[in-house]
């Protein structure tokens, strides 16, 4: 039994005593009007309490969810640059040839089957991200992941690996950089083209590990450049602080 009898109105109240502790407690009760006025006022809530049941969702509610589903799409996978690379040069092998060849045979079963079926390809979302909108594919990323994509690659003696990749069919290239180092805020890599013999600016590398979309017809140039300039860019490139160029084929 308890040292404080007072502390057993609660445990009375709902009936959780035994026959000692119940035959103290209410000899204690008879007498002290603070217990008796708290065990009437825990009998009172435990008696509410009783009469509370769960709610239930609304019927709509699942249907809703199950709605939603068909309209919600995950996010597109984050994939490396080095991957992309990897990817790329590996899409022109035999066994990619064999395995693509399937995946049209399949999808042409679909068709004559008469199955309804959606075709969704990762660049019809977006890349970025908003709240309440769905990601979207960046024109670079479109650049880099398409069928017809061709790419150009040059290693400095600084282990500065350059690529430029274009895909005709997206009528742009998109110029990948690893080994670069982060600039402070006062420098930035800018991008060039060789046009006729001179260099002009083709924007800018916001990030060392991140791809540009050139600005410019590389199809036309004779290479592709970067260098180290200070913030907000330069009309002429400062060849001291050169990084590095990509020859370019004649696409």
Same mark, same amino acid.
Request: glycine residues 8%.
């Given at each position: 039994?308890?040292?404080?009898? =007072? ?17 103290? &407690?209410?000899? =204690?009760?008879? !007498? ?62 035999? =066994? ?15 068709? #004559? ?7 969704? =390809? ?6 970025? !991200? ?29 282990? #500065? ?25 006062? !420098? #930035?890599?800018?991008?060039?083209? !060789? ?8 924007? &800018? ?40 160029? #990509? ?5």
């Amino acid at each position: 039994m308890s040292g404080d009898i =007072h502390a057993l109105s609660g445990a009375y109240a709902v009936d959780a005593v035994d026959d000692l502790e119940r035959a103290a &407690f209410e000899r =204690h009760l008879a !007498q002290c009007e603070p217990c008796a006025a708290e065990v009437t006022s825990l009998r009172e809530a435990a008696d509410e309490l009783s009469q509370l049941s769960l709610a239930g969702p609304p019927p709509a509610l699942r249907a809703s969810i199950l709605a939603g589903i068909d309209t919600v799409r995950p996010a597109p996978p984050v994939v490396s640059l080095e991957a992309r690379r990897e990817a790329r040069s590996t899409r022109n092998s035999p =066994h990619r040839r064999r395995v693509g060849g399937l995946i049209a045979a399949a999808a042409a079963l679909v068709l #004559v089957g008469g199955v309804g079926a959606t075709v969704w =390809h990762p660049w019809d979302e977006p890349s970025t !991200q908003v709240a309440g909108e769905t990601p979207r594919i960046s024109a670079a990323d479109r650049v880099l992941d398409a069928a017809d994509a061709r790419t150009w690659t040059e290693t400095t003696e600084d282990g #500065v690996t350059l690529s430029v990749t274009h895909s005709a069919a997206q009528d742009r290239s998109v110029l990948t950089a690893s080994g670069l180092a982060p600039l402070s805020q006062e !420098q #930035v890599y800018e991008l060039w083209l !060789q046009q006729d013999g001179e260099l002009v600016s083709a924007g &800018f590398l916001k990030d060392p590990t991140s791809a540009a979309v050139l600005q410019g017809d590389s199809t036309t140039a004779a290479l592709a450049g970067v260098t180290i300039e200070p913030a907000g860019g330069s009309t002429k490139p400062s060849l001291n602080n050169l990084i590095g160029t #990509v020859p370019l084929a004649k696409a």
